[in-house]
């Protein structure tokens, strides 16, 4: 399936630590202010912004309060950049914000390949040009003790030798320089095949995908399943008895039992 959610997983984790009363600063490179807002609106109230004129009154006006709680953050806890901007300049913005309005809990810089460097010396290397940028990112992190949620791409086909595999971080688009850059690194995947053993295609309104923890400096490695509700880029927990399946079928380690998680 082609990609999906890596955008939706960082703007979800950036709500939630908001709604928790964290501050934090966004850059959403491929969206503006009012789209990311619109869309953390719908993802918090499971409401597709474009069916309004076609919803109860009662779940419209959920999801307008929602929004105007969201445009409420922007300036005391969320503040949005959507211009565009080089890497040096994003990285000179945050710690000027940091001077200015304290310290923020997150960054979000959504997505790496976005990104460019303000340096003529990277034409036509842009698999140098993002190994820098990844770690002028890395350093700004460090630098004011800040976690920094950037989003990258994956470059594979969804098979190899005729066999639908999970990715690694070999598969990251652009350079091996990126995933030295970070200290964590989730991998999303949408398996050929669900928990039950039903076939995934892309005309589904709800898939379910692995958030696989490929690179972890301080703790363990692994996977879990999710559902991934496309229309309001949700993901969600899946209940345990979701999980039953039948003896001997594709998904468990040992292909016996349940889909282990």
Same mark, same amino acid.
């Given at each position: =399936?082609?990609?999906?959610?890596? @955008?939706?997983?960082?703007?979800?984790?950036? !709500?939630?630590?908001?709604e928790d009363g964290k501050k934090g600063l966004v850059f959403p490179l491929e969206t503006g202010i009012g789209k990311w807002?619109?869309?953390s609106a719908g993802t918090a109230t499971r409401i597709n912004a474009r069916t309004l004129?076609? =919803?109860?009154? !009662?779940?419209?006006?959920? *999801?307008?309060?929602?929004?105007?709680?969201?445009?409420?953050?922007i300036g005391k806890r969320l503040w949005i950049y959507d211009d565009p901007i080089k890497a040096e300049t994003l990285c000179a +913005?945050?710690?000027d914000h940091v +001077?200015?309005?304290?310290?923020? !809990?997150?960054?979000?810089?959504?997505? =790496?390949? #976005?990104? *460019?460097s303000s @340096?003529?010396?990277?034409?036509?290397? +842009?698999?140098? #040009?993002?190994?820098?940028?990844a770690k002028e990112l890395k350093k700004t992190a460090k630098r004011l003790n800040i976690p920094f949620f950037v989003p990258t791409q994956l470059n594979r086909a969804p098979t190899k030798d005729g066999i639908h595999r999970r990715p690694t971080m070999q598969d990251i688009r652009g350079s091996g320089e990126i995933e030295a850059a970070y200290d964590r690194l989730l991998i999303l995947h949408v398996p050929k095949e669900d928990m039950r053993g039903s076939e995934q295609t892309e005309n589904q309104a709800r898939i379910m995908m692995e958030i696989i923890q490929a690179k972890s400096r301080n703790g363990p490695k692994g996977h879990r399943e999710f559902w991934f509700d496309r229309p309001f880029t949700a993901f969600l927990d899946i209940r345990d008895h979701e999980f039953e399946r039948?003896?001997?079928t594709p998904g468990g380690p040992a292909n016996a039992g349940g889909y282990k998680r």
């Amino acid at each position: =399936l082609p990609s999906v959610g890596k @955008s939706a997983l960082v703007r979800q984790a950036a !709500d939630r630590f908001l709604e928790d009363g964290k501050k934090g600063l966004v850059f959403p490179l491929e969206t503006g202010i009012g789209k990311w807002l619109e869309m953390s609106a719908g993802t918090a109230t499971r409401i597709n912004a474009r069916t309004l004129n076609t =919803l109860p009154k !009662d779940m419209a006006e959920r *999801y307008r309060q929602a929004l105007e709680v969201r445009r409420n953050w922007i300036g005391k806890r969320l503040w949005i950049y959507d211009d565009p901007i080089k890497a040096e300049t994003l990285c000179a +913005r945050v710690e000027d914000h940091v +001077r200015q309005h304290g310290r923020v !809990d997150f960054v979000v810089v959504d997505h =790496l390949h #976005e990104l *460019y460097s303000s @340096s003529n010396k990277f034409r036509g290397q +842009r698999e140098q #040009e993002l190994g820098f940028i990844a770690k002028e990112l890395k350093k700004t992190a460090k630098r004011l003790n800040i976690p920094f949620f950037v989003p990258t791409q994956l470059n594979r086909a969804p098979t190899k030798d005729g066999i639908h595999r999970r990715p690694t971080m070999q598969d990251i688009r652009g350079s091996g320089e990126i995933e030295a850059a970070y200290d964590r690194l989730l991998i999303l995947h949408v398996p050929k095949e669900d928990m039950r053993g039903s076939e995934q295609t892309e005309n589904q309104a709800r898939i379910m995908m692995e958030i696989i923890q490929a690179k972890s400096r301080n703790g363990p490695k692994g996977h879990r399943e999710f559902w991934f509700d496309r229309p309001f880029t949700a993901f969600l927990d899946i209940r345990d008895h979701e999980f039953e399946r039948k003896p001997n079928t594709p998904g468990g380690p040992a292909n016996a039992g349940g889909y282990k998680r």
